[in-house]
């Protein structure tokens, strides 16, 4: 999804977290776009393939999305939904032709086979259970209608680990592909994508990590005034932080420090008879 900076929960999170999580998202909205590099580069390549026409429904659509380079028609209509009122909010600014609607993956508030086309980028692994937002994406999607989605998984931020922090898990890349159940989905295409941003110091590198649903644990303080990410919060002091800005320098390369994650990519197909 296109989540807000500044959220330190689990991406697997129970349900009773929504509420919580939408709040803090909320209260992240407005410098959210400072920090979405990552968000950038997956939603261009997620667009590559994506043909935008009806009904389409974009899962996690945070600062929101330029569909057809912006440029609704009287055949396209576009529901934004996002657990965070105040991430629609700032959508709609932007895109005021757009419908935006306060929900949630695993209770998509559409009727059945209602949708023509859907869309998420970076926001299904927040799901606390993947399979229920697949299930869900079939119950509104029309028979033949396609799913566009970009999911952080297993094996990213392998920098942050050769650091000595440890990661929060995200799904494998078979585990996500298994929550397709075949009577209702054809994956036409499947595939694990790299993608490495940089940044020019180690507190950007933290910041950004919040957007896509990591967290890291280490024995290291807070940083300055604002702690981007409050795991770090037991550390022993400003030694400890340089010593860690110190190794992270060792990655450095000349566009700045690096960070890859492993971006599953699905392009699947509703098939099957009406619902």
């Not at 997620?46 to 935008?52: E, H, R």
């Not at 507190?203 to 990591?214: C, D, F, N």
């Not at 303080?221 to 002091?237: A, I, K, S």
Request: aromatic share 8%; with cysteine.
């Amino acid at each position: 999804m296109s989540m807000p900076l500044g959220v330190s929960l689990n991406p697997h999170e129970p349900a009773s977290k929504v509420d919580h999580i939408a709040q803090r998202f909320s209260a992240a909205a407005k410098s959210y776009q400072e920090h979405n590099c990552l968000q950038r580069l997956s939603g261009a390549s997620l667009l590559q393939g994506f043909s935008a026409k009806g009904a389409i429904l974009d899962i996690g659509a945070g600062p929101g999305t330029a569909f057809a380079n912006g440029a609704t028609g009287d055949d396209i209509r576009v529901y934004a939904l996002d657990i965070a009122l105040g991430m629609l909010q700032q959508l709609k600014a932007t895109f005021p032709e757009y419908l935006c609607i306060c929900g949630n993956a695993e209770q998509l508030p559409f009727a059945d086979a209602s949708i023509d086309s859907i869309y998420s980028n970076l926001a299904l692994q927040w799901c606390h259970d993947f399979s229920a937002a697949t299930s869900e994406m079939a119950r509104v999607l029309k028979v033949g209608g396609e799913a566009h989605l970009s999911i952080v998984a297993e094996g990213s931020l392998e920098q942050l680990s050769n650091l000595g922090l440890r990661v929060n898990d995200f799904l494998s890349f078979e585990s996500l592909q298994a929550a397709f159940d075949s009577t209702d989905w054809q994956l036409f295409d499947v595939q694990l994508v790299p993608m490495t941003v940089y940044f020019q110091d180690l507190k950007a590198l933290l910041y950004s990590i919040k957007g896509v649903g990591a967290s890291v644990q280490s024995s290291v303080q807070t940083v300055n005034t604002f702690d981007p990410n409050p795991h770090l919060r037991q550390l022993r002091g400003r030694r400890d932080w340089l010593a860690l800005q110190q190794r992270a320098e060792r990655f450095r390369e000349s566009q700045g420090l690096p960070l890859t994650y492993q971006i599953a990519q699905f392009r699947v197909r509703r098939q099957g008879d009406s619902i």
